[in-house]
């Protein structure tokens, strides 16, 4: 079974332009997540989302993020415009159909993009 | 508000050692999810164990095992016989039940000595 996708895995842009990541899930999971990992942090939750609908974005700078899963497969994250501080690893997650609270849900993550905003 | 506390930044272990890497939680739901991940160099999350906050018997996945200690909120990942290539981040997370998403810890850099 083909693992979560993501690409480019590294990118480097400049303060003020605008950057896009891919993902592609694990084939039939209807959950796919997106976090930001801060050096030498835990990854935070940025939004998540079930089939293509957004369940929690909550913690989304939406000024200058923006996200969407087309079709509820693959999805896209954009940075417009960047800033010095959105230098972070992202990273794309994807589990089957989200169950009741508390109850196992495995999550399966990609490789990450990692992002340096000069 | 959920968190998750790791207070060790960094350890160290001789090969084919055990050792411990704490985490503490703080909640107040009832039902929760505690989960710990393997983050190597390559980036990737790895899961490795799974604990039910109503489980009764700790959590074991070959030679990794949780150490849940309820009243504490403690929920500790124990590796037995550490292996080269043990060596990486390890992240506590949980998952609350009034939550849908995981809340991560900030991580124990693991390094495991020749």
């Known amino acids: 079974e083909a693992g979560v996708a993501q690409s480019p895995r590294y990118k480097i842009i400049e303060k003020r332009q605008s950057v896009a990541f891919w993902c592609n899930p694990i084939?039939?999971?209807?959950?796919l997540y997106w976090y930001q990992q801060i050096l030498g942090q835990g990854p935070k939750l940025l939004i998540q989302f079930q089939n293509n609908g957004v369940v929690d974005d909550s913690q989304l700078p939406k000024d200058r993020f923006s996200a969407e899963r087309l079709k509820g497969v693959d999805s896209t994250l954009k940075i417009q415009p960047a800033k010095l501080e959105d230098s972070a690893v992202y990273l794309c997650?994807?589990?089957?159909?989200?169950?009741?609270?508390?109850?196992?849900?495995?999550?399966?993550f990609g490789p990450g993009t990692r992002l340096t905003v000069l | 508000a959920q968190k998750i506390t790791q207070t060790q930044p960094g350890m160290f272990v001789q090969e084919k050692e055990a050792v411990t890497l704490d985490c503490t939680y703080d909640?107040?739901?009832?039902?929760?999810?505690l989960f710990w991940y393997k983050q190597p160099s390559s980036g990737e999350m790895i899961f490795l164990i799974y604990?039910?906050?109503?489980?009764?018997q700790n959590a074991t996945e070959g030679r990794y095992s949780l150490n849940f200690q309820k009243a504490r909120k403690s929920a500790n990942l124990v590796i037995s016989a550490s292996q080269l290539g043990d060596s990486a981040m390890y992240f506590c997370a949980m998952r609350p039940g009034s939550a849908r998403q995981l809340t991560f810890g900030s991580g124990t850099q693991l390094t495991v000595l020749p």
């Open positions: 084939s039939g999971h209807a959950t």
């Open positions: 604990q039910g906050s109503y489980d009764e």
């Open positions: 909640t107040s739901d009832q039902s929760y999810g």
């Open positions: 997650a994807s589990s089957p159909l989200a169950r009741p609270s508390g109850a196992y849900n495995e999550q399966f």
